[in-house]
């Protein structure tokens, strides 16, 4: 007959047991706290009242534009005489202006034309949508400006001719990977400079 050593028998009761249970249920709860993601934010932006100035007048246009952009010259490989860049530093945006002698020539109108639509339609495979409107300027011409919605590089342009002599584009880019919903205040920002350099927009020669 196989013989067992006597074991201690003393009862201790359930309350180390529930009391084991507690810290493990604390324990995991507490470690469940420590990893739950937390939703993406964003910085906020701050905007400044806007403030306005000339164009230097050894181009063929001039408007008024914001005095914290700093305006450079087209440094693109396809630039062209008389096309600028206005940057935002504090913002991350950039408009880009071409300018396109029109030279009395129709053909050439339609040409400029053509291709300012056809760099705008390139956005729409993620484009949402493209609003278009035609808006009167003091100068006596009629400027496009298009607007489009969804996660675009380019969610504002327009462009502005006199048929006969001048045609110039303009479009807004973004140099960040911030959505464009989370921007919305920078690009209505920015859209508004747009709208005031076309109000204030003259031809020189």
């Known amino acids: 007959m196989r013989y067992f050593p006597k074991t201690n028998t003393k009862k201790t009761g359930v309350w180390p047991f529930l009391a084991f249970a507690v810290l493990l249920g604390g324990s995991l709860m507490s470690c469940e706290n420590e990893f739950a993601p937390k939703p993406k934010g964003y ?45 935002y530093p504090e913002l991350g945006a950039t408009i880009q202006v071409t300018y396109k002698p029109v030279l009395k020539n129709n053909q050439l109108l339609k040409e400029y034309l053509s291709d300012s639509y056809n760099l705008t339609s390139k956005h729409n495979v993620k484009a949402y949508s493209i609003d278009e409107a035609v808006i009167n300027l003091p100068n006596g011409v009629k400027a496009t400006v298009m607007e489009l919605s969804g996660e675009v590089p380019s969610p504002f342009q327009f462009h502005v001719t006199d048929s006969v002599d001048h045609f110039l584009r303009g479009a807004l880019y973004f140099k960040t990977s911030t959505k464009n919903d989370s921007l919305a205040p920078v690009i209505n920002y920015v859209k508004n400079d747009m709208i005031y350099m076309l109000n204030s927009l003259e031809w020189r020669y």
Do not use: H, K, M
Request: charged residues 20%; glycine residues 0%; negative net charge.
């Open 43 to 87: 910085n906020r932006i701050e905007l400044p009242e806007p403030v306005y100035v000339q164009l230097a007048d050894t181009l063929p246009y001039n408007f008024s534009f914001s005095a914290f952009a700093n305006v450079s010259s087209d440094s693109s490989w396809i630039s062209e005489r008389y096309w600028i860049d206005l940057t």
